[in-house]
């Protein structure tokens, strides 16, 4: 057949043309080889970056152990107060107003916080059957006036008649009988004057008596004062004792506020860092942004032996309407007097907080795990302690005694 050969020899030139397009790589260089020792590179110079600049933000860098103290709000006297003790505001004059006759209450002019003046009726009790008794007393009184006036109106009679008759007798116009008859009714008229001046007497006395019994029903104020607590109201019954069923005893309870002073225990073994007259300072739980200025009062010559203790008596220097009986108090004995500048209220920092940087100074704060740099303004020092003008606020933390290590985000750890 004669197309075979040509067959054949076409699919043999076919199998050489294929050959002949094949890619010789021999000649191509490997990109693929040089991109990766390029971004090989380029995470090295990253890494060498991020390991610098967390390096120089402490990261890798060991935590620093320190102490730690917080920004204070303190009052200038703390720095040369020498002891504290506690105790209770009291009343040194104080009274249980009560009654000394049983009866019931029908008028009642005060309530708690009432402020009353010596002498003034706080309360009323039933006096229906004393006031009959001064009404009888008055009227005896009465009656014996009238009394008298006739016996001086008859003393007076007798009294002429005795002087005439004694005139008479003497020259000889009347016998002596009758001269001794006038003389017997002049004596009479005379004593009978004395008695009945003894009867206004008496029942004068009688009617101060129903007088003051009277006034047993007005209960008044033994002094100025103010009302503590009301125990009873109108319509209860009072009774000196209160030993009476349902009756109450003392109506109101009052004390004199301008006798308020401080009661405090201080220890045995401290009272002898106190004495008379020494300068105090008062602070009262129920008013924590004030203090008081005061002065010892009293050191009490008794000792308690339950408690080791002996009480001082502290007085204040001017006493505010916010200060009552009972409240509990804190007294700061103090080395001298509190000035006028040291009564308000510090910001401060122990003295060691400050560091000085650039020489200007510093502290750090705590912020988290890092210590932050804060430019302060101090003030005065005081017994260890820096006022601080500007640059922290009351709670902060801050670093003691910060090395010159410590700077800008430094990694701290507080000191075991």
């Known amino acids: 057949m004669p197309d075979t050969p040509d067959r054949y020899g076409t699919q043999?030139?076919?199998?050489?043309?294929?050959?002949?397009l094949?890619?010789?790589?021999?000649?191509?260089?490997?990109?693929?080889?040089?991109?990766?020792?390029?971004?090989?590179?380029?995470?090295?110079?990253?890494?060498l970056i991020a390991t610098g600049f967390l390096y120089k933000k402490g990261v890798l860098t060991p935590a620093t152990q320190v102490q730690i103290a917080s920004v204070q709000k303190i009052y200038p006297s703390q720095t040369f107060t020498i002891l504290n003790a506690s105790g209770y505001v009291v009343a040194q004059r104080k009274a249980a107003v009560a009654t000394k006759i049983t009866g019931r209450i029908v008028y009642?002019?005060?309530?708690?916080?009432?402020?009353?003046?010596?002498?003034?009726?706080i309360a009323r009790l039933e006096n229906e059957d004393t006031l009959a008794v001064k009404n009888q007393a008055m009227a005896s009184v009465q009656t014996a006036r009238f009394?008298?006036?006739?016996?001086?109106?008859?003393?007076?009679?007798?009294?002429?008649?005795?002087?005439?008759?004694?005139?008479?007798?003497?020259?000889g116009y009347i016998a002596k009988a009758e001269f001794d008859s006038a003389d017997a009714?002049?004596?009479?008229?005379?004593?009978?004057?004395?008695?009945?001046?003894?009867?206004?007497?008496?029942?004068?006395?009688?009617?101060?008596?129903?007088?003051?019994?009277?006034?047993?029903?007005?209960?008044?104020?033994?002094?100025?004062?103010?009302?503590?607590?009301?125990?009873?109201?109108?319509?209860d019954i009072v009774t000196p004792l209160g030993a009476a069923a349902n009756a109450?005893?003392?109506?109101?309870?009052?004390?004199?506020?301008?006798?308020?002073?401080?009661?405090?225990?201080?220890?045995?073994?401290?009272?002898?860092?106190?004495?008379?007259?020494?300068?105090?300072?008062?602070?009262?739980?129920?008013?924590?942004?004030?203090?008081?200025?005061?002065?010892?009062?009293?050191?009490?010559?008794?000792?308690d032996r339950t408690k080791a203790s002996v009480m001082v008596k502290v007085a204040f220097n001017a006493l505010s309407p916010k200060v009552l009986p009972e409240m509990s108090a804190k007294v700061a004995f103090l080395l001298r007097e509190i000035t006028e500048a040291e009564m308000q209220p510090i910001?401060?920092?122990?003295?060691?907080?400050?560091?000085?940087?650039?020489?200007?100074?510093?502290?750090?704060?705590?912020s988290g795990d890092r210590a932050a740099i804060a430019p302060v303004v101090p003030g005065r020092q005081m017994n260890g302690m820096n006022e601080i003008l500007s640059g922290l606020n009351i709670g902060d933390?801050?670093?003691?005694?910060?090395?010159?290590?410590?700077?800008?985000?430094?990694?701290?750890?507080?000191?075991?």
């Open 347 to 366: 910001t401060a920092v122990p003295t060691s907080v400050i560091a000085y940087r650039n020489n200007q100074p510093v502290a750090f704060r705590i």
């Open 22 to 47: 094949r890619i010789d790589k021999s000649g191509i260089p490997n990109r693929s080889f040089k991109r990766k020792r390029y971004v090989l590179l380029v995470f090295l110079v990253g890494l």
């Open 397 to 416: 933390k801050v670093v003691i005694s910060p090395t010159e290590t410590i700077i800008e985000g430094t990694r701290i750890k507080l000191a075991q």
């Open 147 to 171: 009394q008298l006036e006739q016996s001086l109106a008859e003393l007076s009679d007798a009294t002429l008649s005795y002087n005439r008759s004694k005139e008479l007798v003497s020259a």
């Open 185 to 235: 009714r002049f004596k009479r008229a005379r004593a009978a004057v004395q008695a009945n001046q003894s009867m206004v007497s008496n029942s004068q006395a009688a009617l101060q008596g129903a007088e003051v019994t009277l006034d047993y029903a007005n209960l008044r104020a033994p002094f100025d004062a103010v009302v503590l607590t009301k125990n009873a109201d109108i319509g």
């Open 12 to 20: 043999a030139m076919t199998e050489n043309d294929l050959s002949q």
């Open 248 to 303: 109450k005893a003392a109506v109101v309870d009052v004390a004199d506020m301008d006798s308020l002073k401080v009661e405090v225990d201080v220890s045995e073994s401290n009272i002898e860092k106190v004495f008379k007259d020494q300068p105090c300072e008062i602070h009262l739980d129920a008013l924590p942004s004030e203090r008081f200025p005061g002065k010892v009062h009293m050191i009490v010559p008794t000792a």
């Open 108 to 121: 009642l002019a005060v309530e708690e916080g009432s402020r009353i003046k010596k002498g003034d009726i």
